[in-house]
């Protein structure tokens, strides 16, 4: 899908790229095979960006705010996110803010946001596992129901040309245990916000047996609808 947007937006033809919420520096480094003009990368983590200068030692990184970018307008070909405007304050201010900093014609791209609020689970009784998410990504800040809103997002922050989307799926058995173990890792640790309040341990530990049993047995279905959106600033600018 990345390779797709990256191809519809024109990016190799880009002359500076910024990625915001960069973390430890994975889409920038991805991002080296896809242009070979200047790529910048801005987070709040000083912690991620001293990672990301290591993966990616010829980008010019900055420790900053999204809703807040240290840029002049017009600077960038392109801007970008990735899992990002599930956990800022006001997702809006921040594409506004992508949009400012793009020149015109320039391509903004979410690249991936999850809409929780629609996750399905088979066998039912793992239902519960999307409830427990939920409350726990809302105890941590974030908005789980962010995916839907994206298409709005774009639209409000004044974007052109603008396409929408959810990433597909497919179900391959059987499921590496490696990526099984990476899924519960991540369930695990956004469920410990909320275990004193309402999740017994035990029942996790249940839930997590069915889960592996229906692995086994061909029957699981996972799907956490993704979206993704990418559009053009206007070419007189906002």
């Known amino acids: 899908m990345r390779d797709y947007l990256f191809q519809r937006c024109e990016l190799e033809k880009a002359r500076s790229v910024l990625d915001v919420g960069c973390g430890t520096g994975v889409l920038l480094k991805e991002l080296e095979g896809h242009t070979t003009r200047r790529l910048y990368g801005l987070d709040i983590e000083r912690g991620h960006l001293i990672q990301a200068s290591a993966h990616v030692p010829g980008a010019d990184l900055i420790h900053g705010d999204a809703h807040c970018l240290p840029y002049p307008s017009n600077t960038f070909d392109a801007s970008l ?6 956990w800022v304050h006001d997702p ?3 594409i506004s803010e992508m949009v400012r900093v793009t020149r015109p ?17 088979y066998p039912p009784e793992l239902a519960q596992l999307s409830t427990w998410q939920q409350a726990a990504l809302r105890a941590q800040g974030a908005d789980p129901e962010l995916g839907r809103r994206l298409k709005a997002i774009f639209t409000s922050a004044g974007l052109e040309s603008l396409e929408c989307g959810i990433i597909g799926a497919r179900w391959v058995d059987p499921v590496a245990r490696e990526e099984w173990e ?13 275990q004193e309040a309402c999740v017994e341990y035990q029942n996790l530990e249940y839930l997590k047996r ?10 699981r279905i996972l799907f956490v609808p993704t979206f993704f959106a990418w559009g053009r600033v206007p070419s007189g600018g906002l």
Do not use: K
């Open 81 to 86: 996110c990735h899992f990002v405007l599930l």
């Open 92 to 94: 809006l201010m921040m």
């Open 105 to 121: 014609r320039g391509a903004v791209l979410a690249l991936a946001e999850p809409d929780y609020g629609g996750r399905i689970d």
């Open 182 to 194: 990476s899924e519960w890792a991540v369930i695990e640790n956004d469920i410990r916000f909320i």
């Open 210 to 219: 069915i889960d592996q049993a229906a692995w086994t047995s061909h029957q």
